[in-house]
């Protein structure tokens, strides 16, 4: 069967950073082609992207992932009927319990005055939407009976109001749900299977950990007080970056469903999903340490590919170094191994009639111009949203 798949491949140059550190505060790293390089995790630059969703999203099109669930809930049961604002909690727990299958706990963590807050937490970060926030409270006014906590219970026994709350969390997902999944450990059919795979980015070349020694002077220290108010060592690499992900639109589609408005063709979407998607993942930028780098970046260059048969990345380019260039640099030797890998391996592997665009900024990257359309980030967003529309719409 043919499917729907968009690759994205970036490549960045990143100035000392430690934008991704482990427990020591070293900068991540991996061995690839034998020698270690710079890494940021798959984790840290999916939670950049969904923070850039922020920007670029309306909130309720937008998932909340936490342990207060409870809390959340809570807020918009008394938004929806402020006179429950005293049962809520309660409330919110029961639906959640129902709905869910989980169960929560008192929570652990102090108030501002020292006291244990009252709200329940749930054992484990949960996803939802913000449509399934208040979809579950709205089910909760009405089955409380005007928010008695003993009627709720008692309405959630009937087979129809149990399957209501449950329905309540399992439509109506919002974009970064589709994109990146969902597990409720407690209610396996509750998951939702991600559309995206993001790869850690590896730097192309091997890379140095090094260390600043810093010291901070005491404001009010005088003449006569000699030496630092504090000294440290922050650890901090740079690196030129292969990134990539890769979105199923067919998964995305199953996970997001169809447009109901009737001025917007049903395609609408997902095609949104996917140019935020591409908006946020090529923008963004996790921010360990950002404030004492400033390691503002942005791509070099961006390759996205339609595939119809199985996501591809290019990071085999890489496993081989690339070496230092003779003045410096390298990125433009990274160009090069991209322009002449892709091709071959698509030649070998019958890829050929894929459609590509390439966004790309400086001489150093003009060997990638004949790997696809040249196109802008805004052309970029425009002409990919139509491509999916338009497989999506034929149904190729």
């Given amino acids: 069967m043919t499917r729907t798949i968009l690759d994205i491949h970036i490549l960045q140059n990143v100035p000392p950073s430690n934008m991704n550190r482990d427990d020591t505060g070293t900068p991540k790293s991996a061995f690839y082609g034998g020698v270690r390089r710079a890494r940021v995790s798959s984790q840290a630059w999916k939670r950049a992207t969904r923070s850039r969703f922020n920007e670029l999203l309306p909130p309720e099109e937008l998932g909340v992932r936490t342990k207060k669930v409870v809390e959340a809930l809570a807020e918009r049961i008394t938004a929806h009927d402020p006179s429950l604002a005293e049962t809520a909690a309660a409330l919110a727990e029961e639906a959640l319990r129902t709905a869910t299958g989980s169960s929560f706990e008192p929570s652990k963590r102090k108030s501002k005055d020292g006291e244990e807050p009252g709200v329940s937490e749930s054992k484990y970060l949960m996803f939802l939407s913000r449509r399934q926030l208040d979809a579950l409270a709205e089910v909760a006014v009405e089955a409380s009976g005007g928010g008695d906590v003993a009627t709720l219970k008692k309405a959630f026994k009937d087979k129809e109001q149990k399957a209501r709350a449950r329905n309540a969390v399992d439509t109506r997902h919002s974009v970064d749900i589709a994109l990146f999944g969902r597990m409720v450990a407690d209610s396996a059919d509750l998951n939702v299977e991600a559309a995206t795979q993001v790869a850690h980015a590896l730097s192309v070349h091997r890379t140095d950990i090094e260390s600043d020694y810093y010291t901070a002077v005491d404001d009010r220290s005088g003449d006569s007080e000699s ?6 060592t922050v650890d901090f690499n740079s690196a030129t970056l292969y990134r990539y992900a890769a979105v199923d639109v067919d998964e995305l589609q199953r996970n997001l469903g169809v447009g109901l408005k009737e001025n917007e063709p049903p395609t609408t979407p997902v095609s949104k999903a996917v140019t935020a998607f591409l908006e946020a993942f090529i923008t963004s930028l996790p921010t360990g340490k950002i404030n004492s780098f400033g390691n503002h ?47 071959d391996l698509e030649r070998q592997y019958g890829l050929q009639d894929q459609r590509s665009w390439v966004m790309r900024v400086g001489e150093e990257t003009r060997a990638l111009a004949e790997l696809g359309t040249a196109v802008t980030l805004s052309a970029l967003l425009d002409e990919v949203g139509s491509a999916v529309a338009e497989r999506l719409e034929s149904g190729a």
Avoid: Q
């Fill in 227 to 232: 030496g630092a108010g504090m000294i440290g």
């Fill in 297 to 343: 970046t942005l791509p070099s260059a961006v390759i996205v590919t339609m595939r119809d048969r199985w996501p591809i990345s290019f990071v085999g380019a890489f496993e081989e170094p690339v070496p230092k260039s003779a003045s410096g640099g390298y990125l433009r030797e990274s160009c090069r191994r991209l322009a002449a890998y892709v091709p």
